[in-house]
């Protein structure tokens, strides 16, 4: 509060200027507003492709029982299922590293590089082991390769349940329909769009700044991960494998 000077009349009056507190200046990139709820769908169905080659690979050579063939042979079925763990989990570690540098030298470079490796690369490795569980439950390779992307998109559906909710709502809900790798993928890059909007760096240091916190979309992926792969070898393994036929069975 202070006083003006005086009028010409010389009679005196008080005006009072109310301001805001001082806070840093805040600049709002719309460009990530405008595009991240297109994003967030369009990269976490960026691996329709390669999930659809993964289950009819597989479906594929159970389907003309080359895995029957080759147990007969003598191979350890364990040592069957790593072979397309080991492989499929090559192509797409390749992948999330390509994804990886082509968005670090456009959109996201706020974020950083380590960080979005370790956040694009579990989300591909999440759908490896969903790419198994697909596979374990047909035994036509046409239809599977069908089905399995319709069944990532289904898995990313949960996500509109909250388009409307704030980044500070419902967090509860949100990591429990995170066990969907696709909708707990989308979470993140909500959240790395937030980041960009506000011309804020995202590091390994404020992963857990926020309520729903970058690190726990980590930790919620690295679960999908172990627990995708554990549900294929419990279905594949233990529920729908073929045993092997005796000598007296091929005799016959």
Known sequence: QHTSPPPPDNSWEEMTIAAPFPTPEVELDLFYKVVGPTASVLLALSTLFTLSRLVRSV?????KQLRLLLEMMGLYPALFGLSWLMTY?????????????????SFMYHVEFFLLLTFIGLYCLSQV??????????????IASIVGPLLLFSFLLPRYAFFYA?????????????????????????????????????????????????????LMLLLDCVLYVLLAW???????SQSVPT?????R
């Open 59 to 63: 479906v594929d050579e159970k389907e």
């Open 89 to 105: 989990a090559a192509i797409f570690a390749s992948i999330a590293f390509l994804m990886t540098v082509i968005l670090k030298s």
């Open 129 to 142: 082991g969903f790419g198994f569980i697909v596979a374990a439950l047909f035994n036509r390779a046409k």
């Open 166 to 218: 704030n980044a500070t709502e419902q967090v509860s809900q949100k990591l429990w329909v995170s066990l969907f790798s696709p909708t707990a993928f989308s979470f993140g890059i909500d959240a790395i769009f937030d980041y960009g909007a506000a011309q804020a760096p995202l590091t390994w240091s404020g992963a857990w700044a926020d309520e729903l916190p970058f690190g726990g979309i980590l």
């Open 234 to 240: 419990l279905i594949d393994f233990l529920l729908t």
């Open 247 to 251: 000598m007296d069975q091929l005799a």
